[in-house]
């Protein structure tokens, strides 16, 4: 009669034993979860460099030369993750880091064909794995994976643990992510993926070396259909879907990285080396087709010549496109040196500001007639580059001709040191041998680079305001380099220089220039939106045979503006201020320019005109033109030391000359006066 209750009281107290046994294990078993020291979840990820859209231009590999590209929220196919979570781990969303129902499978499989058919991992699991590096084959180290998924899934949420999938899982290779992956077999961000490359993308991490497309892919291809049917198995993909995607063919090679202005990210990565992201400026699209017409623009000109080009947006000093080299490479060219921003000499494309400031100082106007003449500026003897003196031309026809003599004698009369603190201005790091400026830095005499003389020209551009070039950051408010005025007659007169030979006739203002010795090709241009530079050269210095700005670097500056847009936008109307007279509507002081020498000049003294000193001339069949200006007749020639003409009453005389080769002519007035040249006859 007593024992009755107790009978009846076993069961309860067997139940409450087994849940307050239960609640122990349970508290002993998060106590062991909560004490698990996780792996470092800081993954390193290729540095990148983007383009002004997003796009990828370059990415650095991380340690032992991987690829493991940083995931973004959105950046993978929702279609892939749904063929992954179908394939890999159907609970995902469910289970805490650890499936029960898929061990016990996994068991099951195991004791019935004795050997381990499927290993019963979570993607959490896998993930611990990852991160661990830890093997799978091994009880220890299954219930290590165990322990740290069940750790991450407390303190990472399914889209975080997902993400650390996306980041690292092995594709092959050096390839880790299927970013990496993605990139290398589609040659596309894994944003958007058909149904087979998402598949693809799901079976290579199971065995990531013998199941690679580009060394098996038979055997890719086998694997991508398992998954492509588990897929339609579970309803994420049609049966339809699963068959067109079997008959897509398996990428068969890898392809190589994006390497889009590979010398301007160097640089970024330079100046910010903690930085994981680099946002550019630079127009992906005009980047790759100006790095096509590098590579054309040498491909029949020798293994040694190289060039640079230079794209900027000039109203907002935003570099759009920056060629360094025809390729990025340890070659003949040294395409791995950025000459963009080696120091090269500019040759003739520094006149522009040399006649922009004299257009301020008030000493010339786009009308003003100017020699072209022999001069010698204390010692100093420059001559044309073809060594023909044009007498009296316009200050508008000697800048379009790029004359000499005219640009000199208005830098000696500006000083050399106010057109190199104009350059200052501008942004121009110039770099002046012995330090200090002569009247040799008016026709390149000194140092700079492609990337500041783009910077000077979209200054002219402008206004004359000049904003510095920049490619990360934002752009900075410039200093005033010339009057808006002055600019716009500068532009004006650059806009009517003829194009090369094959270009489009149209009103780019441009400019070309040859450094001394051949060494160095140029062409820069602007017109109301864009500035380009073209530099074309060899990287060691040496000279180019041959070679003009003209020539060489007009036509690829043409054809850069091409493949920037389909037409020229245009330049600005004038200022209000301009005066836009001939030459007899201006004022008297500024209807001809004359050089500081000529206040020393000895009035009306005999002056040799025809042929000019240091002249070449083609001797004509009737002999030789001499002609005299100033003096007083009659007029004796002499060559050499021996009498041509004796007492002649005109100024021009025409006279036999023994041959080719250098001669001394000599001219003597009627009260004894005299002159020289010497001249090379050919």
Known sequence: ??????????????????????????????????????????????????????????????????????VAEGAVDAGFTAVLVAYEDKRFYSHAGVDPWALAR???????????????????????????????????GKLRQARVALALERRLSKAQILQLYYEIAPYGGNLEGVRAASLAYFGKEPKRLTPAQSALLVALPQS??????????????????????????????????????????????????????????????????????????????????????????????????QVAIVVADHRSGEMLASVGSAAYRADARQGFVD??????????????????LAFDAGLAHPETLIEDRPMDFGGYAPQNFDKVFRGMVRVREALQLSLNLPVVALTDALGPAKLLAAMHRAGVDARVPGGKPGLAIALGGLGVTLEDMVSLYASIARGGVARPLWVTG???????????????????????????AGAPVNRLAYKTGTSYGHRDAWAIGFDGAHVIGVWMGRADGTPVPGAFGGDLAAPVLFQAFARLKRGLEPLPAPPA?????????LPQPLRQFRARAA?????????????????????????????????????????????????????????????????VLSVIDGVGRSARARVRLR
């Open 339 to 356: 000459m963009t921003r080696a120091w090269r000499s500019p040759g003739s494309t520094l006149k522009p500001l040399v006649y922009g």
């Open 208 to 305: 990531p070396e013998t199941r690679r497309p580009d060394r098996a892919p038979d055997v890719a291809s086998a694997a991508r259909a398992k998954v492509l049917a588990r897929a339609v198995a579970a309803g994420v993909i049609s049966a339809d879907q699963a068959a067109a995607a079997q008959r897509e063919a398996v990428p068969l090679v890898r392809r190589d990285f994006p390497a889009l202005a590979p010398h301007v990210a160097d640089r970024v990565v330079a100046a910010a080396p903690d930085a994981a992201l680099h946002r550019t400026t630079i127009d992906a699209a005009l980047q790759a087709r100006l790095e096509e017409l590098a590579a054309q623009a040498v491909a029949a000109q020798g293994d040694r010549l």
């Open 474 to 500: 934002a752009g900075v408010d410039g200093v005033r380099v010339l009057s808006a005025v002055a600019a716009w007659e500068v532009g004006d007169i650059l806009s009517g220089m003829p194009p090369p």
């Open 599 to 663: 206040a020393f000049e000895v009035a009306d003294a005999p002056a040799v005109a025809f042929p000019p000193d240091g002249a070449e001339v083609e001797l004509m069949e009737g002999g030789l033109l001499l002609r005299v200006r100033g003096g007083v007749g009659p007029f004796t020639w002499l060559a050499d030391g021996q009498p041509l003409v004796v007492a002649a009453r005109g100024r021009d005389s025409v006279v036999p000359m023994a041959g080719p080769g250098f001669v």
């Open 577 to 585: 201020a301009t005066l836009m007279v001939a030459n007899a509507g």
């Open 1 to 70: 009669m007593l024992r009755a209750p107790v009978f009846k009281a076993r069961p309860l107290f067997a139940l409450a034993f087994a849940l307050w046994a239960g609640a122990i294990a349970r508290d002993a078993g998060d106590r062991w979860v909560d004490a698990t020291v996780l792996p470092d979840l800081a993954i390193e990820t290729s540095v990148e460099v983007l383009a002004r859209d997003g796009r990828l231009l370059r990415a650095y590999t991380v340690a032992e030369g991987r690829w493991r590209m940083a």
């Open 106 to 140: 996994a068991l099951g499989q195991a004791l019935r064909h004795g050997r381990v058919v499927s290993g019963g991992s979570t993607l959490t699991m896998q993930v611990a794995r990852l991160l661990e590096d830890s093997g799978t084959g091994q009880l220890a």
